[in-house]
Each structure stands twice: as structure tokens, then as C-alpha cells.
């Protein structure tokens, strides 16, 4: 092999190293070929190549002579034009070179981009085309030119042309491939930045290596912040065992997939759903993971909401089951009492027979006490506040508190004779009792003791934190000897939905805050771990307590007709026979409209004594139909339903009275007596 040889093998491998080192870049690779080009086969050198559209690039090229160049470049420019022309269908036919050496007129004027522009009127006297081939399709040309008079081509210049063609057509594959790759992985980055899922990578023990932007906002951080850093520090210690044990599975190539809980960088927990996969083709991974981490809170917040909603929905439903079947069973007990009343006021007393009857009437009395309780949480709308003695509440709930707490606790109530009555509803208020009672239950599983007390207290301005209520109050404290609370669980007691234990829906606390803001009260908690928890339930006072019943009817009305209106027939009957005694005439209906055409038929009556909830017409409105013709006449109500539950549906005024089922003849006469001022003759 000849020196020049060895020298042009030399040249393409430095060309080789030089485009190995520049092949990121295809202008880099064309300003590298075409130097190379100059110095190995000379004098000039150009590169057109086809553009995305199919047609020709503006050419790369090059000369010693700076001024010769821009113009051999301009004379020599496709740029714009298909491959259309007789050297460019040529070369993609054959895939050979053109040798134009020496250089011929037509061959000129074929070789210049413009006709305007000849090659050989600039100079060129031979020239050769060497086609571009990259992936087995044509991309362009590479033009050596030589401009000495005396130039021309030979057999080896144009073998070492086709090397350096060569060298290019890998240069522009390898280009090309990363251009493809970089452009990929730019896909692939720009899918992992938006996808909603978080992406992962971690190394044998557990460091993250890489996390896209959505990983990053479930911890708290920037993803490029959380490179470096150990996952096991984003989790509890059941997360962290969990982990290691599923980077055990994937350093053996299992898939892994479970639930579990993030720690953020505030310190706040997201449930997730991870998936790892082990990455057994990365080098620079080496018993590496991929983790695709899957925020669920929202979807498991909102199932648990689903769930908490459906067991409001229940608890409605039953509560207005309950009202229904208190009511019902109020007519029942009003049967009942009264009927045994009237047993015993025909026998002797102290006889056997006397003490039965009385012992039915003690027991119709506590059923309805029970089923006023029981209406009281049954029916959560249609509240009016009243006036409220605090001890006759404690005694009244002090049997539905020892129900609620159990027998393995200890139920302690203490309370001053002076205590102030509130302005409150007593069925929620009752309510409210209840559920900080159940709370205290769940924190002594082992017993224990609840002591509730009441106590008058004069509030001043910011006694109480967050609440403006001040003046003359009573607060109700309940104290139980629990487990107590941590400090962040007794700061978020009152969030509605809240709750440490998996079976509680966590309203108990909340609605107790509920009922006792929509009183004017307020409410405060102290607890400490392994210290017992301190509920403090504060109500505005009565100072002056108003009663209306006190005061005495308006006027003193001469009772002779009484019309008894009662939709269940043997409730009526019972009515008339504890009222025939007293000597009134008596005009009985189970129909309220049958009652009103009595009326409007002429029918007097000097007393109305009337069923609130009938199906045809309450008696609310009967009694003012029937003061239309009958102005200012006295109404006693009569419900299954306590006042407070009753809500607006019933107006009381100077005129009428509440008497709630069951009631015996004693509670009816004196019911008589507050309204009309004259008291029933007894017999």
C-alpha cells in the first residue's frame, strides 16, 4: 500500500473520531465532512440535503477562497427544489457517483443551481457527485469541486469521495437516531410531567433516583428536590416494613402492587395505591424500581363520605320511624293511664285491685317518659327553644345516660338548688348529653366514671376562646376518667366526620357543637393522654324566667259544651269518659271536617279539646275555622308528640294549652283549669 493510501486511510479515520464526536448535531456533521472533503480530494466542497418536505436544504459548503466560496455557494444552491433534476434522478437510480471531470459546458450548466449562475464561469473544471444514502433511501449529495485550471478527478479521488460520502451517511444515521431518541425521550418526559400519576425511580435501597412533578406535589415538594432522598422517610413504620419488603420482591423480579399511607412534608397523610416493577434492563439501575404511585384519598374520602351520608339517610329515616311509633304509642298509653286511672277511682283504696290499677299508671308514666326521649332524638327538625329547668333535665336523661354509658360505668350528677333554668330545645339538648356520653363510653372500654354537673357562671368579654356568649350562664360539665386524647386529635374533635375509631361515623362531637351554636351556647374540651377528657357545655341563663303558665289564663270562661275532637276512635272514648264527671256536655268526632260542620250547623261549644296530627285537617287548623264562629275559643291540644318536636306546627296564645299523651284525668282537669280558670267538678 502506497504512502498516499496509508495517509487517506489516516484521514478517514480522524474524519471517523471527529463525526463519532459530532454526530449529535447534522449541521456539525456537515461543516466536519465538508473540511475534511477539502483537505483530502480538494479544492471545494458542498452538502445539499433533502429537507422534511422533500425538497433540497440550502448547501453547506466550502473553499479556502472566502470569496470564492460565497459565490460557488450561491452558483451551486438547490435550496427549494425537488429532485427533479438530471444528476439528482441519476444518482437515485443508480446510487453511484457522477464524475463531471473534466467539467463539460452542458455538464455546467446542469450542475448550477441557477441558470443565470454557471459553475465553470466561476471557475469549477471538474467536479464530482456522490449520492447520500441513509436508511437505504436518498437524503442529498456530497459535491467535491476543483477550481485549478488544470484540475480533474481521478479513478482514487473519487474512491476516497465515496469513503468520505460513507463516513457522512453514518454520521447522518447516527444524527438521526438521536435526534429520534432525544425527541422520544422528550415525549416520554413530557408524559411523565403530565400524567396525573406519580412515577418513582429507586435504587436497591430504596433512594429515589428520579420523580416527576406529580409525585412531587403528593409529598409536599418539588420532584428534582426529592431526588436523593430515602422513600422509606415519606412513610410510618408499617410503610417503611412494607417497602423493604416489596424492594425484596423486585430485586427478584416480582411486581408488586398495595395500598399505603404517605407521610407529606407538612406533615398531612395521603392514601395511595403503589406499583412497583422491577428495571432489570437498566445499568445504571441495578436492583432498581419503578414505582407508579396513584393519589386515592379523594376516592376513599368520597366513598367514606357515600357511606357516612347513607347512614345520615338511615338514621333520618329511623328517626322519623321513631316519631311515628312514639306517636302511636303515646294514644295507646293515654288508653291505658286513663283507663286505669278510672279503675282505680271505682275501687277502694289500698285494695289489690286499687294498686294494680295505680301500678299500670306508674308504668304508662315511665313509657311516657321513654317516648318522649325517644321523639326528642328521633325528630331532629321542627325545634322550638323553651324554658328548661337543668335539674329536671338531668333527672329526666339521667336513665338514657346509664343506658348509653352501660353497666361497667359509674354515672355521677350533681347539681345546686340554685341552679338557673336555659332557653334551649330539650330534645337536642338531651341529644347533646347523649353523645358526649357515648364518647365517654368508647374512651373507658374498661370502665370507669362520669360525672356530670351544672353550675351558674358569669361570663365576661374573651372568657371563652372563639365565642362572643357572655352574661349569666349554666355550664354543664361531663368528666370521664378515658383514655384521654393527644393534642392534634383534640383539636380536630369537633371536625364533622372526624373520628379515631373505624366503626364511628365521627358526628357525635360535631353535632353536639351544632346543637349547642344553635342554642347561643358554645362549647369547650380539655383532655390530656391517660388523663381523661372534660366536656364543657355553657347556655345563656334565664335569670327572670318567664312562665307563661304562671300567670294565669286571660279570662275566666264558664265551660258547659265541650267539643272533643281525636281521629282514634278509643282514644276519643276515653276522653269523653274521663270529661263525663265533670257534668259537661259532650259532643265527641273522630272527623275533623264532620266537627267544622257541626260548628257551622250551629253547634256552640264553649271548649275544644283537639288531636294535633289528623289526616284530614290538624287541629291547629280546626281551631281556626272554628273561631270564626266561635272567637276567642279556648283549645286544649292534645299530641303524641312533645311540644319542642311539635315546632311550629302548633301557635299556642292566651287561648290554648298543650297536653301531651298520655295523660291521666288529673292532667286533663288541670289542663281545663289553666285555660279557662274554672276547675272541672271531680267525682
Known amino acids: 500500500m502506497t504512502a498516499m493510501a496509508h495517509s487517506r486511510r489516516y484521514a478517514l479515520a480522524d474524519l471517523a473520531r471527529s463525526l463519532d464526536q459530532a454526530s449529535t448535531d447534522t449541521r456539525t456533521v456537515r461543516e466536519t465532512v465538508i473540511r475534511a472533503a477539502v483537505q483530502m480530494v480538494g479544492d471545494g466542497a458542498g452538502i445539499a440535503l433533502l429537507d422534511s418536505d422533500g425538497r433540497y436544504d440550502a448547501i453547506t459548503f466550502h473553499h479556502p477562497d472566502s470569496g470564492l466560496r460565497r459565490m460557488l455557494a450561491d452558483a451551486l444552491d438547490r435550496c427549494g427544489a425537488p429532485p427533479g433534476d438530471g444528476h439528482s434522478t441519476t444518482m437515485i437510480a443508480t446510487r453511484q457517483p457522477i464524475v463531471l471531470s473534466p467539467l463539460a459546458p452542458d455538464q455546467a450548466s446542469d450542475l448550477a443551481g441557477t441558470p443565470s449562475q454557471r459553475p465553470d464561469a466561476l471557475g469549477v473544471h471538474a467536479a464530482v457527485l456522490c449520492p447520500v444514502v441513509v436508511d437505504d433511501a436518498y437524503v442529498g449529495y456530497l459535491l467535491v469541486v476543483r477550481t485549478d485550471p488544470d484540475g480533474t478527478y481521478g479513478a482514487g479521488d473519487v474512491e476516497l469521495t465515496r469513503d468520505i460520502a460513507g463516513e457522512l451517511c453514518l454520521a447522518l444515521s447516527s444524527a438521526q437516531s438521536l435526534e429520534r431518541l432525544r425527541a422520544s425521550e422528550q415525549r416520554y418526559r413530557r408524559v411523565l410531567e403530565t400524567i396525573p400519576e406519580g412515577v418513582v425511580q429507586l435504587d436497591a435501597d430504596g433512594l429515589v433516583t428520579y420523580a416527576n412533578e406529580p409525585v412531587g406535589v403528593t409529598l409536599g415538594l418539588p420532584g428534582s428536590q426529592l ?82 351520608l347513607d347512614h345520615l339517610r338511615r338514621l333520618d329515616s329511623l328517626g322519623q320511624l321513631i316519631g311515628g311509633i312514639s306517636h302511636d304509642f303515646n294514644n295507646l298509653l293515654t288508653v291505658v293511664a286513663g283507663s286505669a286511672e278510672m279503675i282505680a277511682s271505682g275501687v277502694e283504696p ?63 350528677i350533681a347539681f345546686g338548688p340554685d341552679t338557673r333554668p336555659v332557653r334551649a330545645e330539650r330534645g337536642p339538648l338531651g341529644q347533646a348529653l347523649v353523645n358526649v356520653a357515648a364518647n365517654a363510653r368508647d374512651a373507658m372500654p374498661h370502665g370507669g366514671v362520669l360525672r356530670v354537673t351544672a353550675s351558674n357562671l358569669e361570663l365576661s368579654p374573651g372568657d371563652l376562646a372563639g365565642s362572643t356568649l357572655t352574661g349569666p350562664v349554666v355550664c354543664l360539665t361531663l368528666a370521664d376518667t378515658g383514655v384521654g386524647m393527644s393534642e392534634e386529635t383534640r383539636r380536630r374533635a369537633f371536625t364533622p366526620f372526624f373520628s379515631t375509631r373505624a366503626t364511628s361515623a365521627g358526628l ?125 275559643l279556648p283549645v286544649v291540644y292534645m299530641s303524641g308528640y312533645t311540644a319542642a318536636a311539635l315546632g311550629p306546627q302548633v301557635q299556642l296564645d292566651a287561648n290554648s294549652v298543650l297536653l301531651e299523651k298520655p295523660f291521666t284525668r288529673s292532667a286533663l282537669f288541670d289542663a281545663i283549669a289553666r285555660l279557662t280558670g274554672t276547675t272541672p267538678t271531680r267525682s
Open 350 to 412: 289500698d285494695s289489690p285491685e286499687h294498686q294494680l290499677a295505680m301500678d299500670i299508671v306508674r308504668a304508662a308514666a315511665t313509657g311516657r317518659t321513654l317516648t318522649h326521649q325517644l321523639l326528642a332524638f328521633g325528630r331532629t327538625d321542627g325545634h322550638r327553644p323553651e324554658t328548661v329547668p337543668v335539674p329536671d333535665l338531668l333527672n329526666e336523661v339521667q336513665a338514657l345516660l346509664s343506658r348509653t354509658l352501660g353497666e361497667h360505668i359509674s354515672l355521677e
Open 508 to 632: 357525635g362531637l360535631a353535632t353536639t357543637a351544632g346543637i349547642l351554636r344553635s342554642m347561643g351556647g358554645a362549647i369547650t374540651l380539655e383532655s390530656q393522654p391517660r388523663m381523661g377528657t372534660t366536656v364543657h357545655l355553657y347556655l345563656p341563663a334565664m335569670v327572670e324566667p318567664a312562665d307563661r303558665e304562671s300567670t294565669g289564663p286571660a279570662t275566666v270562661t264558664a265551660v258547659q259544651e265541650v267539643l272533643v275532637v281525636e281521629d282514634q276512635p278509643d282514644v276519643a272514648r276515653l276522653v269523653e269518659r274521663l270529661l263525663q264527671p265533670a257534668g259537661y256536655t259532650l259532643t265527641v268526632s273522630t272527623d275533623a271536617r264532620h266537627a267544622v260542620r257541626l260548628v257551622q250547623a250551629g253547634a256552640e261549644p264553649d271548649l275544644l279539646i283537639t288531636d294535633v296530627v289528623m289526616p284530614t285537617m290538624t287541629g291547629p287548623e280546626l281551631a281556626e275555622q272554628m273561631r270564626t264562629h266561635r272567637p276567642g
Open 227 to 308: 431526588v436523593g432522598l430515602p422513600m422509606h422517610g415519606f412513610l410510618d413504620d408499617r410503610g417503611q416494613a412494607e417497602l423493604s419488603r416489596r424492594l425484596v420482591e423486585s430485586q427478584a423480579g416480582r411486581a408488586t402492587v398495595g395500598a399505603a399511607q404517605l407521610i407529606r412534608a407538612d406533615g398531612s397523610r395521603r392514601r395511595v395505591r403503589i406499583g412497583m416493577v422491577p428495571q432489570p434492563d437498566d445499568p445504571d439501575q441495578a436492583g432498581g424500581s419503578l414505582c407508579i404511585i396513584t393519589d386515592t384519598t379523594d376516592q376513599v374520602d368520597a366513598r367514606s363520605l357515600k357511606r357516612q
